[in-house]
């Protein structure tokens, strides 16, 4: 079957940095993607990595190893309006997107 | 960046009767768009595949005759519940596809509707 793991919650500190873990099985690969939502709010995109590597986005940045499917996304210089869920989603061989559970972010002041 | 809305954002209706909610893409064709649902604290939950001019493709377990999709035009799908039960009460969320989009695959996401069945 196809599975995406993240972890259920995490907690980190205003100004610090955390890094946000998603392994993946799926049947076939285009793309993963992270997501970031708000409670009552509609995720929002943030990132996408197809080939191995790293991906900076001013704040965030995003790992992409195809070999151990894995990815990460990490968030530096933290702010409160941080504090939310993030969501890692595969793009698989039928082109569809298989949702993680979701990573709750909780920033501390 | 690509600009997707839904109407309404929050409706309260009474038990039997149909709820239709919009999704449009503003600045862009789609021809494919995504209905999901979203239970408290849990992650989004595909329910059908909406393509301009044909059937929707619904997921496993979601009733297609509850769940009336209609994708009439390159920006807009509807999705009516019919015949709501307060169990039907969710935060659904469409997104659209960009049919001109480039490499990235990206899905672009409506604000979503907090349906309310009493």
């Known amino acids: 079957g196809q599975n995406i793991d993240q972890p259920t919650e995490m907690t980190a500190t205003e100004g610090a940095i955390v890094q946000i873990n998603c392994t993946y099985q799926?049947?076939?690969?285009?793309?993963l993607f992270w997501y970031q939502q708000h409670a009552g709010e509609a995720p929002t995109f943030l990132s996408y990595n197809v080939l191995d590597g790293l991906e900076e986005k001013g704040r965030f940045s995003s790992f992409l190893s195809r070999s151990k499917g894995y990815s990460y996304l990490l968030l530096k210089e933290l702010q409160m309006k941080d504090s939310a869920s993030y969501l890692c989603?595969?793009?698989?061989?039928?082109?569809?997107?298989?949702w993680g559970a979701g990573t709750k972010l909780i920033i501390k002041p | 960046g690509a600009v997707v809305s839904q109407h309404p954002s929050r409706v309260i209706c009474k038990s039997g009767t149909s709820v239709k909610i919009e999704c449009r893409s503003l600045?862009?064709?789609?021809?494919?768009m995504f209905w999901y649902r979203q239970f408290p604290k849990k992650s989004l939950m595909l329910m059908a595949t909406s393509n301009e001019g044909s059937k929707a493709t619904y997921e496993q377990g979601v009733e297609k005759d509850k769940f009336l999709i209609n994708h009439a035009s390159l920006t807009l799908s509807t999705l009516t519940v019919t015949s709501a039960h307060p169990e039907d009460s969710s935060f659904y969320i469409c997104?659209?596809?960009?049919?001109?989009?480039?490499?990235?695959?990206?899905?672009?996401f409506g604000p979503g509707t907090r349906l309310t069945v009493l």
């Open positions: 799926t049947s076939g690969f285009n793309g």
């Open positions: 600045d862009f064709q789609a021809t494919t």
């Open positions: 997104s659209a596809r960009d049919s001109l989009a480039g490499e990235v695959d990206e899905q672009f």
């Open positions: 989603a595969v793009l698989d061989s039928n082109y569809q997107l298989i």
